[in-house]
Each structure stands twice: as structure tokens, then as C-alpha cells.
């Protein structure tokens, strides 16, 4: 069965500096990898997703992720983090269903 | 593109009480889902329509839990009896056809005391 570990439960960053957020996961086939965004009082909402093709994927609010198979990892990044980009995310993988992992908050700091 | 929506937004009941929550999905979406969220948890998956039929409901507590698609468009999840511990969000999802992402609604709070 597929699954997605996420290894931080929290991020911190200074607003301008770039972000990471990390994300490994395990899937028999070929991986279709997504993440989620989800901010106080809201559902999940759609950031960016790998199917095929490019290993860098660019999604919403200036977000990308880096598809690597050989570490079997999709890291979601940002080059210069805004204070309005802290809320919880969330790495999911989908095979027959969505599988999410635990999430990360992330705090951007003025 | 309306999105999906759900009903109530909160809502807070005594352990041993019944409730149902509401969701109504992208038009055209063929594909339901019922997600539950405790706090500070992922998302799990509770059960998945297609159209009007089940797909997966391996993780659903059915002894407490039922949920059902009729027509294939507007679903329901109920909690009968309720206890603690299934105080969490509940968020619904569609899809359409083929690998995309899934559309969540804004999700139910639910409050057992």
C-alpha cells in the first residue's frame, strides 16, 4: 500500500529566506505525488502535483516541488518564504485513493 | 466552478447522540470521498464513492458509521452512536476521471463531549 512520511512536524523560517518542506514516500508503480495546503478553519486546498515529465514542479503562491526517485522523495520549496505562507501542509500520494501524511506546520516569521 | 460544499460547519453533541453531515460535490465529479481529520493528524480515508457505489470502506467504523451516495451526486455521513473520540474535522472531496488531485470541501467540526 502507498504512503507518504512527512519527518518534520514543524518548520520554522524568516520571511525572505527559502523554504523546505520534506516529504518521502512509498508506492509500488509509478508515483502520483501532490501537496496540500491547509490554513486555520479551512479545507485542504491544491498546491502542486507529479504525474510524469519534469522532476521540478512548479504549483501555486510561488510554490515547487522536487521529484527525485531515487531517494524517493518530493520536497515542496519556495525560494523566499512570506509570513502569510505559514499554515500546515500536508505531502499525499495517490494510487487507488489519497494517502496523506501527518502534515508539517510551517511558521514564517516576520 | 462552484466547490464543494458541506454542512454544518461545526457542530457539538453530547457521547452517545447521533449526527449526520452533508456534502454536495463538484458537479460532474464521479468520485466521493469522506476524510477524517483528528487533530494534528492526516487526513484518513473513511470511505469512496463512484457514482452511487462503494468503492473502498475498509477503514470505516461500521459498527458507528454510515454513509451512503444516493443518485450519485449529494452524500451523507452519519455517527450513531458518537463517542469522544470521534471528535475531528470531517472533510468530503471529489474528483473527476483520471489522476488529479482531489477538491476538498471546507469540512465539519466535530465536537463530542
Known amino acids: 500500500a502507498q504512503s507518504v512520511a512527512q519527518p518534520e512536524d514543524q518548520v520554522n523560517v524568516a520571511e525572505g529566506n527559502p523554504l523546505t518542506v520534506k516529504c518521502t514516500y512509498s508506492?509500488?508503480?509509478?508515483?502520483?505525488l501532490f501537496w496540500y495546503v491547509q490554513y486555520p478553519n479551512r479545507g485542504l486546498q491544491f498546491l502542486l502535483k507529479y504525474i510524469t515529465g519534469d522532476n521540478l514542479v512548479k504549483g501555486s503562491y510561488g510554490f515547487e516541488a522536487e521529484f527525485n526517485k531515487s531517494q524517493t522523495s518530493f520536497h515542496l520549496k519556495k525560494p523566499s518564504a512570506l509570513v502569510s505562507d505559514s499554515a500546515l501542509y500536508f505531502c499525499a500520494v495517490r494510487d487507488n485513493d489519497m494517502r496523506f501524511g501527518a502534515g508539517t506546520r510551517l511558521t514564517v516569521k516576520p | 466552478e462552484a466547490g464543494v460544499a458541506q454542512s454544518p460547519r461545526y457542530k457539538i453533541i453530547e457521547k452517545r447522540q447521533s449526527v449526520a453531515f452533508w456534502c454536495n460535490p463538484i458537479?460532474?465529479?464521479?468520485?466521493l470521498y469522506w476524510y477524517q481529520q483528528i487533530l494534528g493528524q492526516g487526513p484518513k480515508l473513511l470511505i469512496q464513492?463512484?457514482?452511487?457505489?462503494?468503492?473502498?470502506d475498509s477503514q470505516l467504523p461500521k459498527d458507528r458509521f454510515s454513509a451512503e451516495r444516493l443518485k450519485g451526486v449529494d452524500s451523507t455521513l452519519k455517527i450513531q452512536p458518537a463517542k469522544l473520540e470521534d471528535s475531528a474535522v470531517y472533510l468530503c472531496a471529489s474528483s473527476s476521471s483520471g489522476v488529479y488531485g482531489y477538491t476538498f470541501g471546507s469540512g465539519t467540526r466535530l465536537t463530542v463531549v
Open positions: 508506492v509500488s508503480g509509478n508515483p502520483y
Open positions: 458537479s460532474g465529479h464521479a468520485t
Open positions: 464513492f463512484q457514482n452511487n457505489g462503494v468503492v473502498d
